[in-house]
């Protein structure tokens, strides 16, 4: 059986692992798994989810501005306690001065998701007051519904860099330019019985060294336009650990699948 994780950075904690379950991490220092530093204002649809308990605040997952009233991210990063969507963030640990911080007011997850690992991995959060949109904060756009993504896409986050059971978290927004696996290819890769679904979308190398990791959770893979704006095209969901191994594609809730869903929500 797969040793498949949720990728998910979890409340002060320290690192713990087990198949099917989230992994709980604390902050350190590294990067995306085969990543480098983000410019800042690079991706400015880009967000850190951060849980609050009394005064303590954590990083958990990442997430996708659609409007200014409204994020998307991961149905998994929904957890229990109070939670901000910071927007503008670059460096999790020092004030840049474009951060806008805003609590969230309601958290929306797919009916159909199951928790865990496993498809209509996706929720929808709105927020208690509008964003500023500005150079450092803006919306991403949605894939036209159905479309079947394909080539290279980007992935950003503040997801772990470590290629081993120990996680290793960056302080600086992480971007690595990664190859979409076809579906039918990411099947045979995991296995007929792994917890793939038509609505997944994934990403190589196979030959490993580059991939989504914890921390990255909800966060965004898009496409570049030809116009120069961003699409999203998946919401980090899960992988296998640890990460960036050879045959271990990073899986994302395919946004295409689920656009009538969030038209329906996130309004």
Avoid at 74 to 99: M, P, R, Y
């Amino acid at each position: 059986m797969l040793k498949v994780i949720i990728l998910l950075c979890a409340l002060i904690s320290c690192c713990v692992g087990a198949e099917h379950h989230p992994l709980k991490l604390g902050r350190a220092t590294g990067r995306i798994v085969g990543g480098s530093n983000a410019a800042k204002g690079a991706f400015p649809y880009q967000i850190s989810l951060q849980q609050v308990i009394f005064i303590f605040r954590q990083h958990i997952c990442g997430g996708s501005i659609i409007s200014p009233n409204w994020v998307v991210t991961a149905g998994h990063c929904v957890v229990i306690g109070d939670l901000e969507v910071v927007a503008g963030e670059h460096s999790l640990n020092n004030n840049d001065g474009t951060e806008q911080t805003v609590a969230v007011a309601q958290a929306i997850v797919h009916p159909n998701y199951a928790g865990e690992v496993g498809p209509y991995d996706i929720a929808v959060l709105k927020l208690s007051s509008a964003l500023v949109f500005n150079d450092y904060v803006q919306s991403i756009a949605l894939p036209p519904a159905g479309s079947i993504p394909s080539g290279s896409a980007i992935l950003t986050g503040w997801g772990s860099t470590s290629q081993t059971n120990n996680p290793s978290m960056p302080d600086i927004l992480q971007t690595a330019t990664l190859p979409i696996v076809e579906y039918d290819e990411c099947v045979r890769t995991y296995g007929e019985d792994s917890p793939l679904d038509p609505t997944n979308v994934c990403t190589g190398p196979l030959s490993g060294g580059m991939s989504a990791c914890s921390g990255d959770s909800g966060g965004p893979l898009a496409v570049k336009r030809s116009d120069g704006t961003f699409e999203l095209i998946g919401i980090v969901s899960w992988g296998e650990i640890p990460c960036g191994q050879s045959n271990a594609p990073s899986v994302y809730t395919r946004v295409s699948a689920y656009i009538d869903w969030i038209n329906n929500n996130a309004k």
